[in-house]
């Protein structure tokens, strides 16, 4: 599993995470200094998080 960084530009927040890349602020600060096993980590909790976000999206909306 690659350890690039996965910043698409979309820095918008629910919360604490980063809709764009699903990572917390924390570990958005801390990704430089991050060993590759605790990078895949923070990876695999974020596509995670993306997922639980997008089905939380999905909710009818109201109509008026």
Not at 11 to 27: H, M, N, P, Q, T
Not at 30 to 39: A, C, F, N, P, V
Request: hydrophobic share 30%.
């Amino acid at each position: 599993m690659s350890t690039k960084n996965p910043c698409i530009s979309l820095c918008k927040f629910d919360d604490d995470i980063c809709l764009g890349c699903g990572r917390s602020k924390r570990e958005i600060k801390s990704w430089k200094k991050m060993e590759k096993d605790e990078k895949r980590s923070v990876l695999a909790e974020s596509a995670l998080r993306l997922i639980k976000l997008k089905g939380a999206s999905r909710r009818k909306k109201k109509s008026a």
